[in-house]
């Protein structure tokens, strides 16, 4: 059997980058939609994101995993990995300081570091703990926290 992947995402650039890492691969589509407005005709075995919920407010997130969850089969999963806040005002005030931290370690410029936190004022973080209960709510039978790494985690929702 043979996979077959959708790739979605609002910019045209980013599926670009896409394109190339997977060409020649004939099972790949590439789609240009915005997902909090609709997603891809069919069912799906498994749906990813990853590091794009984040922008979201909670109702869009909300509404989103309503979506998922009706694409996917009994049985099927919903994976994100994504960064999320760490729930509480000192935790958070922590993880975001290890993670600049990590930036200014990592080589980055200053300009780079600067055009990082223009990006940070996009996010709408929640916590593991918010998104695991937003999930249950939608009607996902098992919903775990697979990996977490100060703000990056993956979660796994089955339905």
């Known amino acids: 059997m043979t996979a077959e992947y959708v790739l979605v995402d609002i910019a045209e650039e980013m599926l670009d980058v896409s394109r190339k890492r997977f060409a020649g691969l004939v099972n790949v589509d590439h789609l240009v939609m915005d997902y ?4 891809p005709d069919g069912k799906f075995d498994t749906i990813i994101s990853a590091l794009s919920i984040h922008h979201l407010d909670d109702l869009q997130k909300k509404e ?3 979506r998922i969850y009706d694409l996917l089969p009994a ?3 919903f994976v ?4 999320f806040c760490a729930g509480t005002a000192t935790m958070n005030r922590w993880f975001d300081s290890y993670w600049e931290q ?3 370690n990592s080589g980055l410029t200053d300009r780079d570091i600067e055009r990082w ?5 996009l996010d709408r973080e929640c916590s593991v703990e918010q998104e695991v209960e937003m999930l249950r709510h939608c009607g996902f039978a098992e919903v775990k926290c697979l990996y977490s790494y100060h ?3 993956v979660i796994i929702a089955v339905k």
């Open 151 to 153: 703000k990056f985690s």
């Open 80 to 83: 994100n990995y994504d960064q």
């Open 36 to 39: 909090t407005k609709e997603l």
């Open 75 to 77: 049985g099927g999963i």
């Open 102 to 104: 990590q930036l200014y």
């Open 117 to 121: 936190r223009e990006r940070r004022k």
């Open 64 to 66: 989103l995993f309503h």
